[in-house]
């Protein structure tokens, strides 16, 4: 069974808007989340992070925004560029096992210029 | 600084055979992770090298697959004998610190088992 899931396999915005990518998990036990982002023939890169004592966390444009009671966490990119077109993952660790990510399907972003 | 460097890019090889993948994580990272993309779904872990002790080797699918991290510098995966499940995209990761801190990906190995 999927611990951390992307609901949506793509997303298409136009440049200028706001991106909006959604991630939900399933064990209680995670307690630290990331956002990567991947581009084509590359590894993912490390984009943004969030421990569960806060609920919000942002870094330029990036913003991830974690709900705790609803198992669900989001990342707002604002405004979006046509460069921010990726493949997003969204991972979960537990700080009982802190080496171990468990990584979602990711999510195509497109961003129309 | 170099990146976490990953070899080869591509194998293609038939079913039976046997595949080593090597990674080369970043200079100083003692954490060194295995992790395996399939068909376009989750990114999933394959174990955990802390220099060269395996931290945690749950995500390893079956006794085909052996990781070494010998002198804990590089690292190899090998496959053996390599079935068709087994393609995908290796991704070989590395960090300096265990807790909470975000792992440096190599750009990883896409391997075809036909």
């Known amino acids: 069974d999927q611990q951390v899931k992307q609901n949506s396999p793509s997303l298409s915005v136009q440049e200028g808007r706001i991106s909006i990518l959604n991630c939900d998990y399933t064990?209680?036990?995670?307690?630290?989340f990331l956002w990567y982002k991947k581009y084509p023939a590359e590894g993912p890169t490390f984009l943004i992070s969030?421990?569960?004592?806060?609920d919000k966390n942002e870094d330029g444009r990036f913003t991830v925004f974690l709900n705790k009671s609803a198992k669900h966490l989001s990342l707002h990119i604002v405004p979006s560029q046509p460069g921010d077109s990726a493949v997003y993952f969204c991972?979960?660790?537990?700080?009982?096992?802190?080496?171990?990510?468990?990584f979602g399907d990711g999510t195509t972003l497109t961003v129309k210029p | 600084e170099a990146g976490v460097t990953q070899f080869p890019s591509h194998s293609v090889i038939e079913k039976g055979q046997t595949v080593t993948l090597r990674c080369d994580p970043i200079?100083?990272?003692?954490?060194l992770y295995w992790y395996r993309r399939v068909m376009g779904k989750e990114i999933k872990f394959l174990l955990h090298?802390?220099?060269?002790?395996?931290?945690?080797e749950s995500g390893m699918p079956n006794n085909r697959f052996l990781a070494e991290r010998t002198g804990g510098t590089y690292s190899t995966l090998k496959v053996q004998p390599a079935e068709l499940e087994d393609s995908g995209v290796y991704f070989c990761?590395?960090?300096?610190?265990?807790?909470?801190?975000?792992?440096?990906f190599g750009p990883g190995t896409r391997l075809t088992v036909l």
């Open positions: 200079s100083g990272h003692d954490n």
């Open positions: 990761a590395s960090s300096q610190d265990f807790f909470w801190d975000e792992q440096f």
């Open positions: 969030i421990s569960s004592i806060k």
């Open positions: 991972a979960a660790s537990s700080s009982t096992n802190a080496g171990k990510s468990t």
């Open positions: 090298f802390v220099k060269e002790s395996k931290q945690d």
């Open positions: 064990n209680s036990m995670f307690d630290y």
